[in-house]
């Protein structure tokens, strides 16, 4: 496996549309705005197979304090492969001095963000106002 972590901003619509169906995230179903706000991140963090996006993430910041992570997936047939660590890892090089890094994770997710050094946010209850149906 030779996968390559890039900070390109050089994703066309059809590559981020194609993981996001494999993945089954509802965001699909807003490509522009989809695109858009990824693109318009504060950072943006892709994992590539050759030419194929493979796994993706993105980071909203102030740029000094605070950092919330709204996004990090791997196509399914990468999955179990260490990209999600790579993302990870990558975003931890940028931001591992803010005082607070933040994201909601549900199912699978937990326990992945739990062996990337993630914890409960003490008593706090993620909230949210969420158009989408996959949760």
Known sequence: MNI????????SIEQILELYNANKWSAVEKPTELRNGLLNSHSLISAWDG???VGLGNA?????????????????????RG?????????????????????TADGKAIDFY??????????????WIYKG???
């Open 133 to 135: 149906n996959e949760h």
């Open 51 to 53: 030419n194929k996006l």
């Open 4 to 11: 390559k972590i890039s900070e390109t901003r050089d994703v």
């Open 114 to 127: 739990k062996k990337v050094g993630f914890e409960k946010a003490g008593e706090s209850m993620p909230m």
């Open 83 to 103: 990209i999600g660590h790579m993302i990870s890892n990558k975003f931890q090089e940028k931001y591992k001095d803010f005082h607070m890094q933040m994201l």
């Open 60 to 80: 909203i910041s102030d740029g000094h304090l605070v950092v919330y992570y709204p996004h990090l997936l791997v196509h399914p047939n990468y999955q179990g």
